[in-house]
């Protein structure tokens, strides 16, 4: 793909705890194009999340780069177009990719409404009447028109996701980050949550998605990133991945988890 | 010890209750606020990544935590605004300025040292998963804290406050040894005046009591209604 459509281009992230002692990623490299939707799969504490979290600074990495739309966000300041050294404002960036939780991380003392609606209109000062009208259109998409002015206390684990969900839609991100969307929810729930993010995915909406549902990896993903021990071990599509693993260290995982 | 003349003669000078009562409560009511604020900021700064701001804050609550709020109240009174001459007129035509502002800065300054513990605990009992949702809205830190973190975790101290709010006019009976004429001022004068004592003190109980009581039980009935949606 031509590189005018990378997106995010990750080099040589790193990030260890206990100065060193824990390496949760260990020189990590990868580029996400416009389009793409990115499945990240590996055992508990492969550096999945923590990769993720790396992408809009949740996690602050030791070393390496995080570059999102020709700007490193790991550092201090950047250069813009004119050769301008500009100080460089995190929340600018962030607002631009919409990040879902494993445990929903709804404000519980809002309603679904304004939970949807606050940062539109704390970041981007857009009218209130306009962001509820955006955020009952997004909530219809969901089929939660419905509970709009509901307590998130009020809805079930797969309910709160899908207004998770939205909630980040409503920046118009221009990539969503996905951290194991589904792995707190009942089993019975998992499908409608999962049926937003395929529905998500077939609208072009780049997608960053760390999960340990390999049937929809293998559906959803367009690329599979396989990790373990903080290192991206095998790339490739689903076919590739899936039906023909190349590393023993990939083998010995899908034969525990299919 | 009671009598139906002793209670005659106190009555006589009930107007100094009156007086009292609208003494502590402004008294009360100030040191709310400003102990409120000033527990906000030492409560953040305690809370900062930045050591010597974090290490002041901690030092300030330890020492006022650590030593009795007479000395405090002295030390402000006698010590800090010894020279600064306070400018003196009387608040509601009675209330003493330059005693009644030495006294409300000492009652903040401590209850800030007891409010602020309230008000990080509060901060710290807020999973750190609202602070992420919030950043990666796009919010700064700042809204983070305003919108998210602190509705959150004032409901959740609310009862602490109240009971601190219900200490506060229990303490600010000390600043009666400044001057300032509050209801145990009161309560001293009628003393001096009719040499009876515990008629008095027995009208300055309920007093007390009727201010502590409803103040405790109006904040329980906000704290229902500000849980109500939410609550599990």
């Not at chain 1, 824990?22 to 416009?34: C, E, M, R, T, W």
């Not at chain 1, 177009?81 to 003392?109: S, Y």
């Not at chain 2, 700064?140 to 305003?146: A, I, N, V, Y």
Request: proline share 4%.
């Amino acid at each position: 793909m031509a590189t005018n459509a990378e997106l995010i281009k990750v080099s040589g992230l790193c990030k260890y705890y206990y100065n060193g002692e824990l390496k949760a990623l260990d020189g990590v490299d990868y580029s996400i194009n416009k389009g793409d939707v990115v499945v990240v799969i590996g055992p508990s504490g492969s550096g999945k999340s923590t990769f993720l979290r790396c992408l809009n600074l949740l996690e602050v990495p030791t070393s390496g780069e995080v570059v999102f739309k020709g700007v490193d966000i790991t550092k201090k300041y950047y250069t813009d177009k004119n050769g301008n050294k500009v100080k460089l404002n995190i929340d600018e960036h962030r607002r631009k990719m919409g990040m879902v939780f494993q445990h929903f991380n709804l404000f519980p003392h809002m309603t679904v409404l304004g939970n949807m609606t606050l940062a539109p209109i704390k970041v981007k000062k857009m009218n209130k009447a306009e962001a509820e009208k955006k955020a009952r259109k997004l909530l219809e998409r969901v089929g939660l028109a419905d509970r709009a002015d509901a307590y998130p206390i009020q809805l079930s684990g797969g309910q709160k996701q899908r207004v998770a969900i939205v909630r980040a839609l409503m920046m118009e991100p221009e990539v969503m980050l996905f951290d194991e969307p589904t792995s707190a929810l009942d089993p019975e729930m998992v499908g409608e949550v999962l049926e937003v993010i395929r529905e998500l995915a077939t609208t072009g909406m780049t997608m960053v998605i760390v999960t340990h549902e390999m049937g929809f990896a293998k559906e959803v993903g367009k690329q599979i990133v396989f990790m373990a021990d903080g290192k991206i071990v095998e790339t490739g599509t689903p076919q590739e991945i899936f039906d023909n693993p190349q590393s023993p260290r990939l083998q010995d995982f899908l034969r525990k988890v299919l | 010890m009671f009598s139906a003349s002793g209670f005659a003669k106190t009555w006589q000078y009930i107007q100094l209750f009156k007086e009292g009562l609208i003494c502590t409560l402004s008294l009360s009511a100030l040191t709310v606020i400003f102990g409120f604020i000033l527990a906000l900021v030492l409560a953040l700064m305690r809370m900062s990544k930045f050591k010597p701001l974090s290490w002041f804050a901690t030092c300030y609550v330890e020492l006022f935590r650590a030593t009795p709020m007479l000395v405090q109240l002295f030390i402000v009174y006698y010590v800090v605004f010894a020279k600064a001459s306070l400018p003196s007129f009387k608040l509601f035509g009675f209330i003493r300025f330059e005693r009644f502002f030495p006294g409300v800065v000492a009652l903040s300054m401590n209850s800030g040292a007891y409010l602020s513990e309230i008000i990080r605990a509060g901060i710290q009992s807020i999973d750190h998963g609202q602070t992420e949702a919030s950043r990666s809205l796009g919010l700064s830190s700042k809204q983070t804290l305003f919108e998210i973190v602190l509705p959150q975790a004032i409901k959740n101290i609310l009862p602490a406050i109240a009971n601190e709010f219900v200490t506060i006019i229990k303490e600010s009976s000390i600043c009666y040894t400044i001057g300032v004429q509050e209801i145990m001022y009161a309560v001293a004068s009628i003393k001096g005046a009719t040499y009876r004592i515990a008629e008095p003190l027995l009208i300055a109980t309920a007093v007390y009591f009727c201010l502590t009581f409803p103040t405790s039980k109006i904040i329980a009935y906000f704290e229902r209604r500000m849980s109500r949606g939410y609550k599990r």
